[in-house]
């Protein structure tokens, strides 16, 4: 399965700031996706990332909010703008191997980010 | 609308007792499911899934599930928990529909010696 390197692994940031998240996969995958797991929550989906286009958005996310980047089919970031206090969260990074069927999801690390 | 429902939010076992964490899903074709577990302070890792074939799967750790597709359940099992086991475990199932990974709420084990 692929390998995910997800930086930074944590942060400490002001409000009203913005951070940027990278997830770098060592090989190629089409589909990346962006997690949110709120203090004491199950995963969230933020957002679908595939190169060559916009990212999809679910649900109660914005690209204004959450601006994605991906230039390239093993390099995706997620920013976080104007971040508030509710923003507090892990995020994550997973892709799909090919054939997720049979290889299913893969996750970073994760970044826990705290707003004060 | 599709779903995944872990009924239990904490749970507490001494090591060397079993375990079944449960998990029910909602979907109205025949569903892609995964177990994941997440230490604290980890990502997640796969323990186990489910395509089609035989209902009961083995996964890493000595962890196996079983898929009952009456009941839309796909519990997770291990007959013998060891300290180490204590982490929160997350069932999700594939919408293959819609190529997204739904997570159920988590389950946090917590293992007493």
């Known amino acids: 399965s692929a390998v995910i390197s997800q930086k930074p692994s944590r942060d400490i940031c002001q409000r009203g700031t913005s951070l940027t998240i990278q997830c770098q996969v060592d090989?190629?995958?089409?589909?990346m996706f962006w997690y949110r797991q709120q203090p004491g929550q199950s995963l969230t989906l933020i957002a679908t990332?595939?190169?060559?286009?916009?990212?999809?958005?679910e649900s109660g996310f914005v690209i204004d909010k959450f601006p994605i980047s991906r230039p390239n089919l093993t390099f995706s970031t997620l920013t976080v703008s104007n971040m508030s206090p509710e923003d507090s969260s892990i995020y994550l990074c997973?892709?799909?191997?090919?054939?997720?069927?049979?290889?299913?999801?893969?996750f970073g690390s994760g970044t826990r980010l705290t707003v004060v | 609308a599709q779903s995944v429902t872990q009924p239990d939010i904490h749970i507490t076992v001494s090591e060397g007792a079993s375990l079944e964490l449960r998990c029910n899903y909602s979907?109205?074709?025949?569903?892609?499911l995964f177990w994941y577990v997440q230490s604290p302070g980890q990502g997640l890792q796969l323990l186990l899934k489910y395509f089609s074939g035989d209902t009961l799967v083995q996964g890493i750790k000595g962890f196996e599930a079983e898929f009952k597709r009456s009941q839309s359940s796909f519990n997770l099992r291990k007959p013998s928990v060891h300290w180490s086991d204590a982490a929160e475990y997350f069932c999700a199932v594939f919408m293959y529909n819609t190529d997204k990974l739904i997570f159920g709420t988590g389950t946090r084990l917590q293992v007493f010696p």
């Open positions: 997973s892709v799909a191997a090919p054939g997720v069927g049979a290889h299913g999801y893969t």
């Open positions: 090989s190629q995958v089409t589909m």
């Open positions: 979907y109205g074709a025949t569903p892609y």
């Open positions: 990332a595939n190169q060559g286009s916009e990212a999809t958005y």
